[in-house]
């Protein structure tokens, strides 16, 4: 196997490689495929879900109703346009092709 100078430090950044250049000999894993770790029962589970969604930063009230405007008069506008573009290319198209 021949290797550059650039793909035999990439492999010895990696643990492929030793110092001398020669390949270390690990068992890869199939690709796609991890090692499995044990499951977890369910409370174990609720308490992991309740401790990470602590970690979330929740939006007051008044943000969630500043940020539910925004996109309300976002959607208005851009509905709009579509409508209005849809209109005139309809109504071009109409007197292109009126004899």
């Keep these: 196997m021949s ?3 650039e ?3 990439a492999l010895q950044k990696r643990g492929e490689l030793g ?3 020669t390949p ?3 068992r890869r894993q199939p690709a796609g495929r991890q ?3 044990e499951r977890v029962g369910f ?3 609720l308490s992991e879900v309740r401790a ?7 939006p007051t009230r008044s943000e969630v109703i500043n940020y539910s405007i925004v996109v309300l ?3 208005v506008i851009v509905t709009s346009m579509i409508a209005l573009m849809d209109w005139g290319f309809g109504e071009g198209l109409l007197k292109l092709f009126e004899r």
């Design 3 to 5: 290797l550059n100078r």
């Design 7 to 9: 793909q035999k430090r």
């Design 19 to 21: 110092e001398d250049g």
């Design 24 to 26: 270390i000999a690990t």
């Design 35 to 37: 090692q499995k770790e």
């Design 43 to 45: 409370r174990k589970y």
């Design 52 to 58: 990470e969604l602590r970690k979330v930063a929740w």
């Design 73 to 75: 008069i976002t959607l």
